[in-house]
């Protein structure tokens, strides 16, 4: 990227930026390994922690403010940053508390402070010190005079919400603002920060030798011990990593290594062109905003879950995930810091590129999404619908960029047309596919399947009738090469942005409604079950639970139960591929909003764009890693087929149906009626066959096992010839229908009516 930079720029010194790197998480690593293998026990790890929280950490703070020209300050910087993480914090607070039900209001201050306190010393302090030691190294001060903010100002807030929530299961009720006032009054970190500017004014921040020494062998001693500390934390956390806990700290990491950094870079420069400030010192604050928000939570939001009892376990999944996460965005970021100047039609030249070698690999995507989904007809949810329709429109937008390049009459014009048609298309399906999964989860099918036509027709007449304002009512139409990729006229941008916002506040409302829905609906279900359980009517319970399981019974053509056509088969898939899809709405209202406030290119501003290119032209390759590994399943049949073919055996020879043993007959009809269900429950699991087809089946063992647990056979030789009645009479078959029964590991499957 040094080629876009400008002869006269400060040089960063990247070959320190690797080192540095290696140095946090190496360290990291090995503190991680020496927890691990017992090296270092918990009271030891208590020690450290002691000693890194209360003297070295502490020692360094004192010190650096102490010494720190504060009149060199700037200070609408620090009050940007403020302004910036309350946004972030107040957001996450108020839609935690709008999704728990009921209300927990130690949870939702926990989350907010995760989101917004960052790992300023340990990671934040050599990183930094790496990029801007050189041309910046005022930037390295400021470190600890942003620590308050999270410390003094925002953390006691979610400290009072701990403590409320605390004092519900506890029967000291009294003193709740003493108590947060003494707790904050006391943290080392605040009193030495205190302290610190205090003795910046007593010393006219010229600390005296003997004391600056003393203080200083402590400080030294923070970096070391505090990564090592953080890689002790870690252990145990990693377990964790699975299935749908990862849901909640995917989201508390976006919000602190996606929403923060940009929330932080757009506010810095609104705040410093208000200030008027130089617009050299602008930019190189703004963007060092963004690479300060990228920095991961600090270790102290897991004490602070530990103390107060609050969800421990998550809050390690989050803390090991955002930390390993920042490491490859802050590496980018700390890159693109360096550049800020870009030269504009290498710049174009760059995202041109990228852009249509993503449109080819996404055609690809679209077609094999479309043609599977299309195959699958008994998939097709209303959200399942509305996905085709999103991947339509991005194959609609690929197709545009593509035909942009082949300079052929009118081709620019047809590329105009389907790539904004695209772009407003998916924007508006992103909030049409909230609000089915919304309906959907308060179990209002019938109103979604009303909707359905109206969110057809407002993905696309509202798109065609912008596309013609905007023509009409903007510079040019096609507008230039230079603003196909980057940037738009004013009118253009502004319309770009009213949608984009309205879209993301649509999407999060009724995000939030479906958790809400979720949340009473599992209520609902303990509350049946218990009504139930008391009238001793338990059947109708088993019902309503069935109905709502994910495990679908597999017919003999592997087709899923006609029943669940109504419902959504991909719950969570569909909800993660909103929030990817929320996550693209931000991006690209970040990029809309700096085209408007300031059309600089700098390499931050670069680092945007390739990121919105991804999610805006890379929609069906996010659709595609979602719903992958149900692509397999999706295409059951025709792999059935395969394997049927293909296989080595011959299809065995079953008696005709009316030729079949009365003996038989009575066999099945009684298995059907009394045991099947229990027998589907305990032994019928989801597995994999030759790698590639999953089943939900059960082996020849199980179902003779099952067979003696509930006495219906005497021993395994009886268990076979049970099984083999079964078969004999269509109750199971072989999954490949090349195999009699037979207890040992071959798969069989139940043929359900």
């Keep these: ?57 502490p020692c360094l703070i004192f010190l650096s403010l102490a010494s720190l020209d504060l009149s060199a300050v700037n200070w609408y910087f620090l009050l940007s940053v403020f302004i910036s993480k309350t946004i972030v914090f107040f957001s996450v607070l108020l839609i935690t508390m709008l999704v728990t039900r009921p209300v927990d209001p130690g949870k939702s201050g926990l989350y907010a402070i995760f989101c917004t306190q960052s790992n300023d010393f340990a990671i934040g302090y050599p990183i930094v010190s790496t990029v801007y030691g050189v041309a910046h190294k005022d930037f390295i001060s400021y470190l600890y005079l942003l620590a308050p903010i999270n410390l003094v ?18 029967t000291l009720r009294t003193g709740l603002p003493l108590r947060v006032f003494t707790s904050i009054a006391t943290n080392p970190i605040v009193f030495m920060t205190a302290l610190g500017i205090a003795g910046n004014f007593i010393f006219a921040h010229q600390v005296p030798d003997g004391l600056y020494a003393l203080l200083n062998v402590f400080g030294q001693a923070f970096t070391a011990s505090a990564l090592f500390l953080l890689g002790l934390r870690m252990v145990g ?95 980018i970021s700390a890159k693109m810091v360096s550049i800020s100047h870009l030269s504009p039609p290498r710049t174009i030249a760059l995202l041109t590129n990228f852009e249509l070698d993503l449109c080819i690999i996404g055609v690809f995507a679209c077609v094999i999404l479309l043609a599977v989904f299309t195959f699958k007809r008994t998939v097709w949810s209303a959200p399942q619908k509305l996905t085709m329709c999103l991947l339509l429109s991005q194959l609609l937008g690929c197709t ?89 006229s004013r009118f253009v941008e502004t319309i770009d942005i009213l949608v984009l916002l309205v879209s993301l506040i649509v999407s999060v409302v009724y995000m939030v409604l479906q958790q809400r829905y979720k949340r009473r609906y599992a209520r609902y279900l303990v509350y049946s079950r218990e009504a139930n359980a008391t009238s001793d009517s338990v059947h109708s319970c088993e019902d309503v639970s069935a109905s709502r399981s994910e495990e679908q019974p597999v017919l003999p053509d592997g087709e899923l139960d006609q029943s669940t056509t109504n419902e959504d088969s991909y719950p969570v898939h569909h909800l993660a591929l909103v929030f990817f899809l929320v996550c693209s709405l931000f991006v690209s209202l970040a990029l809309h909003i700096w085209n408007i406030v300031d059309d600089s290119m700098t390499g931050v501003y670069l680092e945007l764009a390739f990121l919105d290119l991804f999610f805006t032209r890379g929609q069906s390759l996010i659709v595609l890693f979602i719903f992958g590994l149900d692509l397999i399943s999706l295409m059951q049949p025709i792999c059935r087929r395969i394997m049927e073919t293909f296989s080595q055996g011959e299809s065995i020879t079953l008696p005709k149906i009316d030729e079949i043993p009365s003996e038989t007959q009575h066999l099945c009809d009684q298995f059907n009626t009394y045991h099947i269900q229990p027998c589907q429950s305990q032994i019928v699991k989801r597995r994999r066959l030759k790698l590639w087809d999953f089943v939900a089946c059960f082996t020849g063992e199980d179902l003779v096992s099952w067979l003696l647990s509930q006495g219906l056979v005497k021993d395994r030789d009886e268990g076979v010839v049970y099984g083999s009645h079964l078969l004999t009479g269509r109750v199971l078959r072989h999954i490949n229908n090349t195999q009699y029964f037979t207890d040992d590991v071959a798969l069989f499957v139940f043929n359900i009516n």
């Design 1 to 57: 990227m040094d080629e876009y930079q400008d002869a006269d720029n400060d040089e960063v010194p990247f070959d320190k930026l690797y080192p540095a790197l290696i140095e946090c998480f190496g360290v990291i690593i090995c503190g991680y390994v020496a927890g691990r293998v017992g090296l270092i026990k918990e009271q030891q790890t208590n020690g450290l922690a002691t000693f890194v929280g209360t003297f070295s950490l």
């Design 153 to 170: 100002m925002l953390n006691p807030v979610g400290f009072t919400l701990m403590e409320i929530s605390k004092s519900k299961n506890s």
């Design 237 to 331: 956390s990693v377990r964790n990593f699975k299935g749908e806990a990862l849901l909640v700290p995917i989201c508390l990491i976006a919000a602190k290594e996606l929403m923060l950094p940009l929330v932080t870079r757009e506010v810095s420069s609104l705040v410093l062109t208000w200030a008027q400030v130089p617009e050299n010192e602008t930019t190189a604050l703004s963007t060092y905003g963004f690479l300060y928000g990228t920095i991961p939570s600090a270790p102290g939001v897991f004490v602070y879950s530990t103390n107060y009892g609050l969800e421990v376990k998550l809050i390690a999944t989050a803390m090991v995930a955002c930390t390993f996460v920042s490491a490859p965005l802050m590496f």
């Design 400 to 488: 545009g960029v593509i035909s942009g390049h082949l300079f052929l009459p009118y081709t620019k014009y047809v590329a105009y047309f389907l790539v904004n048609l695209a772009d407003f298309s998916s924007r508006i399906l992103t909030a049409c596919l909230a609000i089915c999964l919304a309906f959907m989860e308060s179990r209002n099918y019938t109103t979604v399947n009303h909707f359905l036509p109206i969110f057809y027709g407002v993905s696309l007449g509202v798109p065609v009738f912008l596309i013609l304002i905007s023509s009409l009512l903007g510079d040019s139409f096609p507008p230039p090469p230079e603003r196909t990729t980057l940037a738009n």
